[in-house]
Structure formats: structure tokens, C-alpha cells
């Protein structure tokens, strides 16, 4: 597995390595040696998600206040845009973000640390999304940051309003988020 940094040193772009053939293909989408060499430390997945959502779904900015996750991400159907944004008060990049497109075609993955919100738009028809986290799903602790925040200032490949969650859509500007010391 080749490890890349994205726009932000922390967040980084995976790749795997890919055998193929006339029959199709074989890959390692996960050893955990070779990602905690890629990473620079021992990271303990303890839960695995799975999302699909239709062409124009735009899920985010996310993240969880407490019980804060890393989140290996990566899409085995379609294709998406994925953009994590450091919220760490303290980062000189706080308020910066990183982004790009995951696909099945791309078979690339992103790795998100804990400290950094997280989101994506899916530009395929849909989207399979998988992602392994460092800590347990808590509601209660969840937080989500206006995806469309000016001071971010992500640019989202999108031409017209993307379908939202009613979480999302109350999302707030980073200004007036919980965010990590």
C-alpha cells in the first residue's frame, strides 16, 4: 500500500496494490501493519459502516465532539468527492480542508484522524461508501458543521443545491461549532 498526503499533512491518501487479470481483480483493502506503518502509529478499528446514497447526496461536515473518530474511508461502488476539514483550534491548518475523489475505479482510500470533520457528494449515479472508525457511533456527541461554510471555503464539484439531511442543513458555520482544543 502506497501512502500519500493530501492537502493536509495528516489526512492521508491511500493506495492499494492492485493484481489483476482477465478474471478480475484482487486487492488489500485493510492490514494493519502495513497501515500503522503508513500512519506512523497503531490505530484499533473497532466498527465498520456502510453507506449508499444517490447522485447529488451531500453528507457532512461531520464529526463527534467526544468519542472523537478516525475514519479509513473508501468507495467500492461509484464514485464520490471526500473532504475532511481540521477543526483542531490549536493546528495552524484549523478551518483548512483537504479533498478528493474516492472511486471504485480509483480504489483509493482516505484516512481522516480524529480532530477533523468529515463529508462527502456523490457524483455517480450512487455511491457504496465504506468506512472502518476508531471509536463507537455515539449520537449524543455528534456535531455537524455547515458544509457550505464560507470561511471553509470547500469546493464542492456541484452545479446545483445538493439533497441534505435535515442534520445537515441545520449544520453550523465553523465560527459557531464545538471544536477541538
Known sequence: MKAM????AEVLIL????????????LESFNAKVFAKAIGQRVDFVQDNHSRSARGVLRGLHY???QAQGKLVRVVRGRVFDVAVDI????????RWAGIELSEEN???????AGFAHGFLVLSEFADFLYKTTDYYAPEFERSILWSDP???I??????????S????????????EVFE
Open 88 to 95: 483542531r483550534k490549536s493546528s495552524p491548518n484549523f478551518g
Open 15 to 26: 493506495e492499494p496494490e492492485i493484481f489483476g487479470d482477465s478474471r478480475g481483480f484482487f
Open 155 to 164: 469546493e464542492w464539484p456541484i452545479h446545483e443545491m445538493p439533497l441534505l
Open 166 to 177: 435535515e442534520k445537515d442543513r441545520q449544520g453550523v458555520p465553523l465560527s459557531q461549532a
Open 64 to 66: 463527534q465532539i467526544r
Open 107 to 113: 480504489q483509493r482510500q482516505l484516512w481522516v484522524p
Open 5 to 8: 498526503p493530501a492537502e493536509l
Open 151 to 153: 470561511d471553509i471555503g
